[in-house]
């Protein structure tokens, strides 16, 4: 049993965090699960947002680390990543 119950998107679409679910929907990533989930807290869902956008879309790390963290948030959630 989760702990925590996900918000609808539909809901989320008229939050605040709307521009960034729909840019999540738009590129596929990350997970709208990301935002079901986080959108409790919708400051701390937009900053987590901003954060990963920063470190997965803006170049500003390696891609050979993106790919290492994917692989270890991957197996941390137990996901065939």
């Known amino acids: 049993m989760p ?8 809901d989320l679409e008229k939050s605040m965090l709307a521009p960034f679910v729909k840019k999540a929907l738009k590129n596929k990533a990350p997970d709208p699960a990301f935002h079901a989930m ?3 807290n919708p400051e701390l ?3 987590m947002y901003v954060a990963w ?3 997965f879309q803006s170049g500003v790390v390696d891609h050979k680390l993106k790919e290492v963290i994917r692989v ?8 065939n990543y």
């Open 45 to 47: 869902s937009k900053s």
């Open 3 to 10: 702990n925590i119950s996900m918000i609808d998107i539909a």
């Open 38 to 40: 986080m959108g409790h």
């Open 53 to 55: 956008g920063t470190v």
């Open 72 to 79: 270890q948030l991957s197996r941390a959630a137990d996901c």
